[in-house]
């Protein structure tokens, strides 16, 4: 069984640019995840998507915003990119959209931005 | 608001010198506490999942336990295949938590041969 697949794997953009990072859950799985994960930090929650609808939101500005297909496969989009968005942009799958069930993450898109 | 700390930041062992690798947490009502092993470029991996004060989990060298305040990561006898950073993760209960976790900013652990 194919994991969660991130695209692309790397990516460089310019300050003021858009970006869109997309992501496919594990065949199934129903609800994905977005977090943003800094050089040396632990990652942060960005968004939720369950069933195609927000379930949650971090604290990020409305630059980003993602969506969620009927395939379940996923979106992140920021708009105006900054130099502080450069990360990795990791997405995780899991089959519920509450619970403590764990997720399952992709190997992530590392942005530059220059 | 749910805060994680782990410690130490970064942690380097010799081969077969065991050790225990700490996460602080405040959360409003757990519903879980994760623990992941990430790789350098790569995803976090999940290891474990605990859900109430006492759990203790095993796999191989590493044994996760759990208090109403802290988790602990206990290797014993590392190797080096082990260097990772491990991160901590809390899921609370409140409705509108969905499945979100919050992470401590990792240890880093180098095991020398």
């Known amino acids: 069984d194919a994991g969660v697949t991130q695209s692309p794997t790397h990516l460089i953009k310019t300050r003021g640019q858009h970006v869109t990072l997309r992501c496919s859950p594990i065949?199934?799985?129903?609800?994905v995840s977005w977090y943003q994960q800094v050089l040396g930090q632990g990652p942060q929650f960005i968004f939720q998507?369950?069933?195609?609808?927000?379930?949650g939101r971090g604290n990020f500005p409305d630059r980003f915003s993602a969506r969620q297909f009927p395939n379940y496969s996923s979106e992140l989009n920021v708009n105006a990119l900054l130099l502080g968005d450069s990360a990795l942009y990791l997405c995780?799958?899991?089959?519920?959209?509450?619970?403590?069930?764990?997720?399952?993450f992709g190997s992530g898109t590392r942005l530059t931005v220059v | 608001e749910d805060q994680v700390t782990q410690s130490p930041e970064a942690l380097r062992l010799q081969e077969g010198e065991s050790s225990s690798l700490n996460c602080s947490y405040t959360?409003?009502?757990?519903?879980?506490l994760f623990w992941y092993r990430q790789d350098p470029g790569k995803g976090p991996e999940f290891l474990f999942t605990?859900?109430?004060a006492g759990e203790e989990k095993e796999k191989e060298r590493l044994k996760a336990t759990l208090t109403k305040k802290e988790s602990f990561l206990h290797i014993t006898a590392p190797k080096p295949e082990d260097s990772a950073t491990y991160l901590c993760?809390?899921?609370?209960?409140?409705?509108?938590?969905?499945?979100?976790?919050?992470f401590g900013g990792g240890t880093r652990l180098m095991v020398k041969p």
């Open positions: 995780a799958s899991s089959l519920g959209g509450q619970g403590a069930s764990g997720y399952t």
């Open positions: 065949s199934g799985h129903k609800s």
């Open positions: 998507y369950y069933e195609k609808e927000e379930r």
């Open positions: 959360v409003s009502g757990l519903r879980g």
């Open positions: 605990l859900y109430s």
């Open positions: 993760a809390v899921q609370a209960t409140r409705e509108n938590a969905g499945n979100m976790l919050t």
